[in-house]
């Protein structure tokens, strides 16, 4: 059996990872996957892993524009597929093509199915963008042979939203890489805490209307006045409305810059180590798929402060203490409960250290090409 990927659309973020890391961990023989072939643009090809049974497959048209490398996969990409004998085309990035079957896609991107996170956005191109991803990807979902949900969340969101699903549905949630699983370490009281070795608390995440970066500066504002050590650290890259906004709060409880850090985009593989820097996690997203990033601080063993919305509670179970991630009180008095008690910090964190053992790359690339294998061979059966 031959496998095609079709990762034309994917250059960069959480797809280029995923692809990566799935490629990388695959063992497809076990499957009964003689040969998989990816057709991508040079660079995303040039971070792929050579495997043995991997083919890498270029055409200059996918180094191009949005444009041209829409219309290479509806023009070109079925003729290629089928002169290699496909048996199945795999589509993570959402979209599939009318011309050639089986095909499988991906649910890796749920804002366009939350409407009251497009609303965040007001007028503007990204609405635009949203409503229009929703309808391809309703409609790509709706006719494919077979689609991966991530979440038990976004199979119901989206099936809400896309109409029934006819294909087969599996949930498969991503891995996290081995370099971030650290175990939890001895938790210490507050007082031990001072202005050379402060209190730490991360939160990594692009700075967008979803995340609330804004709303967290507020409640470690809230809580510098009962503990001066505790400090903030944002990691991530910025929108500009929503950095606009992580300023202005900024402004108003930090002038001085002295307890809340932006220190922007960070390289992947330097999140490990900030990581076991710090002393707590916060994740305020109101809008996730499958949340990366509180997967990587569960493996982190950090506790977790957390977002009570989407399928945070899915993913981190009772390993964590939940908040409103609009409400700057209840962030505080959620992250107060973690710095009041180092016993709790510890059992948190150590479930959820052990809650994260379940999400591996190899696991996750393994039920991947079984499910691909399953619709290719119902696909030749029927």
Avoid at 16 to 37: D, N, S, W, Y
Avoid at 179 to 207: D, L, N, W
Wanted: include cysteine.
């Amino acid at each position: 059996m031959i496998v095609g990927i079709d990762a034309s659309n994917i250059r960069s973020g959480g797809g280029l990872t995923h692809l990566k890391e799935l490629l990388a961990a695959a063992e497809p023989k076990r499957q009964g996957i003689e040969r998989v072939i990816v057709w991508a643009g040079r660079r995303t090809l040039e971070e792929i892993p050579d495997r043995s049974w991997l083919e890498k497959s270029h055409h200059p048209w996918l180094d191009r524009s949005l444009p041209y490398r829409v219309l290479w996969q509806r023009r070109q990409l079925p003729k290629f597929a089928r002169r290699a004998r496909c048996a199945v085309l795999f589509s993570p990035g959402g979209l599939t093509l009318k011309n050639f079957r089986p095909v499988v896609t991906m649910c890796q991107n749920l804002l366009p199915f939350e409407w009251r996170e497009i609303r965040r956005y007001g007028v503007s191109w990204m609405l635009f963008r949203l409503l229009l991803l929703r309808h391809l990807q309703s409609s790509s979902f709706r006719r494919a042979d077979g689609v991966i949900f991530l979440s038990y969340y976004a199979q119901k969101v989206v099936s809400a939203i896309a109409g029934p699903i006819n294909g087969n549905v599996a949930i498969i949630p991503h891995g996290v890489n081995e370099r971030f699983f650290c175990k939890p370490r001895p938790q210490q009281t507050i007082a031990g805490s001072h202005e050379k070795r402060p209190f730490r608390i991360i939160y990594v995440s692009i700075v967008d209307v979803y995340k609330h970066q804004w709303m967290v500066a507020e409640a470690v504002a809230r809580l510098r006045r009962k503990w001066p050590s505790v400090k903030l650290e944002l990691v991530g890259p910025a929108n500009p409305p929503a950095f606009k906004r992580l300023q202005a709060t900024k402004h108003r409880f930090d002038p001085g810059g002295v307890f809340i850090r932006y220190r922007g985009f960070v390289p992947h593989s330097e999140l490990p180590e900030l990581y076991r820097e710090a002393d707590l996690c916060v994740f305020a997203s109101s809008c996730e798929n499958l949340p990366n990033i509180l997967l990587e601080s569960m493996a982190a063993g950090l506790p977790i402060a957390c977002s009570n919305r989407g399928p945070m509670p899915e993913v981190l179970g009772d390993a964590g203490i939940y908040f409103d991630p609009e409400d700057p009180e209840d962030i505080a008095d959620a992250v107060c409960q973690l710095i009041e008690s180092p016993d709790l910090r510890t059992e948190k964190a150590s479930l959820a250290f052990e809650r994260a053992q379940k999400y591996s790359w190899r696991r996750c690339s393994d039920e991947t090409f079984s499910f691909l294998a399953k619709v290719a061979l119902a696909h030749e059966n029927s």
